[in-house]
């Protein structure tokens, strides 16, 4: 009898996860119970997923690349993945911005909500600390993002998972001298490479284990923690804005997926669905990183040599779904507290998005910083940034969440093109026991 595939147990754990959450909300003692009892399990599991997520990029990369015949093979991949993430970004904030503009959801917030949403949240520290974070990277240069991606100590890179950066630059600076050696040189290396990229794809299968379970608790925390649902409610026009926006781009990337590539856009969503709720569970690209590259290779079909560049990138720099929040925020912010936005001002939103998705770190909560930089941009009012931060912080988490699975989607649509457009897209390899844990044959 063969078990329920992964997905559906990822999606029931969710689901009975929520109604756990909300159940606990009842009693008194049932949001502590949560946190001390139940979220660590989902606490270790997210722990696990970036434990191995520099390994796996490191390994992967490393193998992607000394995979090679040459160099122009390499540039000839790196070129189209920069250049279709930039497209796909600044398509999301467009979509953003034209729908921000024609519903207009920061017309409909009352004065009163407004000061109460500014006494709860103005002066907390989750808002304060994004408004400090983000005058940190204010005050540093415009070529601030491309210094920082030079690490002047490989270890300390290899150490810190938002230092994602140096490390995929620190990869393909030694994958590249790789090939330039030649392969007589650089087959112990590549050896050894190749190996640990098996061993932490095994490590990726055996964490998958325990994801149901995972997700289960992290969903019951999420329920618990969230904030009133009445200033929920008064934000409820806002958010699906920014819930709306995020649906169209999934549309746009099964158009894409269908278009460019013929592939089935369905069966797209199906095969990657795992990591899209793993996406939504966790709020964080690099923490699905190793989920998302697995079910590319092994359930798509796309190489190794574009999926361990491409995905790796896309998790640090291509964030469309964080990038139309970003858009639909500082407009809805700009329309509550009365401040007119031009259209400069609006195609300054569209180019300081970019830049910000590129340093942005994928882990939850960057995208309120990226937020800040935004609003700096366009010149808002110093004076009402915690203000603004305080109307959308009720309700950044669960957007936070949605927006990470389609930065996820994202990642693996450009995958999908890129691996089409240089002949790399071919047949799944789907390793059964993945999904069917009941049909382990050992090798």
Same mark, same amino acid.
């Given at each position: 009898?063969?078990?329920?595939?992964?997905?559906?147990?990822?999606?029931?754990?969710?689901?009975?996860?929520?109604?756990?959450?909300?159940?606990?909300?009842?009693?008194?003692?049932?949001?502590?119970?949560?946190?001390?009892?139940?979220?660590?399990?989902?606490?270790?599991?997210?722990?696990?997923?970036?434990?191995?997520?520099?390994?796996?990029?490191?390994?992967?990369?490393?193998?992607?690349?000394?995979?090679?015949?040459?160099?122009?093979?390499?540039?000839?991949?790196?070129?189209?993945?920069?250049?279709?993430?930039?497209?796909?970004?600044?398509?999301?904030?467009?979509?953003?911005?034209?729908?921000?503009?024609?519903?207009?959801?920061?017309?409909?917030?009352?004065?009163?909500?407004?000061?109460?949403?500014?006494?709860?949240?103005?002066?907390?520290?989750?808002?304060?600390?994004?408004?400090?974070?983000?005058?940190?990277?204010?005050?540093?240069?415009?070529?601030?993002?491309?210094?920082?991606?030079?690490?002047?100590?490989?270890?300390?890179?290899?150490?810190?998972?938002?230092?994602?950066?140096?490390?995929?630059?620190?990869?393909?600076?030694?994958?590249?001298?790789?090939?330039?050696?030649?392969?007589?040189?650089?087959?112990?290396?590549?050896?050894?490479?190749?190996?640990?990229? =098996?061993?932490? &794809?095994?490590?990726?299968?055996? #964490?998958? $284990? /325990? *994801?149901?379970? +995972?997700?289960?608790?992290?969903? @019951?925390?999420?329920?618990?923690?969230?904030?009133?649902?009445?200033?929920?409610?008064?934000?409820?026009?806002?958010?699906?804005?920014?819930?709306?926006?995020?649906?169209?781009?999934?549309?746009?990337?099964?158009?894409?997926?269908?278009?460019?590539?013929?592939?089935?856009?369905?069966?797209?969503?199906?095969?990657?669905?795992?990591?899209?709720?793993?996406?939504?569970?966790?709020?964080?690209?690099?923490?699905?990183?190793?989920?998302?590259?697995?079910?590319?290779?092994?359930?798509?079909?796309?190489?190794?040599?574009?999926?361990?560049?491409?995905?790796?990138?896309?998790?640090?720099?291509?964030?469309?779904?964080?990038?139309?929040?970003?858009?639909?925020?500082?407009?809805?912010?700009?329309?509550?507290?009365?401040? =007119?936005?031009? &259209?400069?001002?609006?195609?300054? #939103?569209? $180019? /300081? *998005?970019?830049? +910000?998705?590129?340093?942005?770190? @994928?882990?939850?909560?960057?995208?309120?910083?990226?937020?800040?930089?935004?609003?700096?941009?366009?010149?808002?009012?110093?004076?009402?940034?915690?203000?603004?931060?305080?109307?959308?912080?009720?309700?950044?988490?669960?957007?936070?969440?949605?927006?990470?699975?389609?930065?996820?989607?994202?990642?693996?649509?450009?995958?999908?093109?890129?691996?089409?457009?240089?002949?790399?897209?071919?047949?799944?390899?789907?390793?059964?026991?993945?999904?069917?844990?009941?049909?382990?044959?050992?090798?």
């Amino acid at each position: 009898m063969r078990k329920l595939e992964l997905h559906w147990q990822i999606l029931i754990g969710m689901l009975l996860g929520i109604v756990f959450g909300f159940a606990m909300t009842i009693p008194d003692w049932g949001a502590a119970f949560v946190q001390d009892w139940i979220n660590p399990f989902g606490t270790i599991f997210v722990k696990l997923l970036k434990l191995i997520a520099i390994p796996l990029i490191l390994a992967s990369l490393v193998k992607g690349i000394s995979d090679l015949k040459d160099i122009s093979s390499f540039k000839n991949i790196g070129l189209r993945t920069i250049g279709i993430y930039i497209i796909t970004t600044i398509i999301a904030i467009s979509i953003g911005l034209i729908l921000v503009n024609i519903l207009q959801p920061g017309k409909g917030i009352s004065q009163e909500t407004i000061a109460q949403l500014e006494q709860t949240y103005a002066n907390d520290a989750g808002v304060t600390s994004k408004i400090e974070e983000a005058n940190r990277q204010r005050e540093s240069g415009p070529l601030q993002f491309l210094e920082d991606m030079v690490p002047d100590n490989a270890f300390n890179a290899l150490g810190d998972n938002s230092l994602m950066l140096q490390v995929i630059f620190f990869t393909i600076f030694l994958g590249i001298s790789m090939l330039l050696i030649g392969e007589k040189d650089s087959k112990p290396l590549k050896k050894f490479f190749d190996s640990l990229n =098996e061993v932490v &794809l095994k490590m990726v299968d055996l #964490i998958m $284990l /325990t *994801a149901p379970v +995972a997700v289960f608790a992290l969903l @019951a925390n999420v329920v618990v923690t969230s904030g009133d649902p009445d200033l929920l409610l008064a934000l409820l026009k806002y958010a699906g804005v920014v819930v709306l926006g995020l649906v169209l781009m999934i549309v746009f990337y099964s158009l894409v997926v269908a278009t460019f590539t013929r592939y089935n856009p369905w069966t797209f969503l199906k095969k990657i669905s795992p990591a899209q709720l793993l996406a939504f569970s966790t709020s964080s690209s690099a923490a699905t990183l190793p989920v998302t590259m697995e079910r590319v290779e092994e359930h798509i079909g796309v190489d190794k040599e574009v999926s361990s560049f491409v995905l790796p990138v896309g998790a640090t720099i291509n964030m469309d779904g964080t990038s139309l929040y970003q858009g639909v925020a500082a407009v809805f912010i700009s329309q509550a507290l009365g401040f =007119e936005l031009s &259209l400069a001002g609006q195609l300054t #939103i569209i $180019l /300081t *998005a970019l830049l +910000a998705s590129i340093g942005s770190a @994928a882990v939850p909560g960057a995208g309120m910083v990226m937020l800040v930089i935004v609003l700096e941009s366009i010149n808002f009012p110093a004076d009402k940034l915690a203000i603004g931060l305080a109307l959308i912080f009720a309700v950044d988490r669960p957007l936070d969440m949605l927006r990470t699975v389609v930065n996820v989607t994202g990642d693996a649509t450009v995958a999908m093109m890129v691996a089409k457009s240089v002949g790399k897209l071919g047949k799944p390899k789907v390793k059964n026991w993945d999904d069917h844990l009941d049909e382990v044959t050992p090798k």
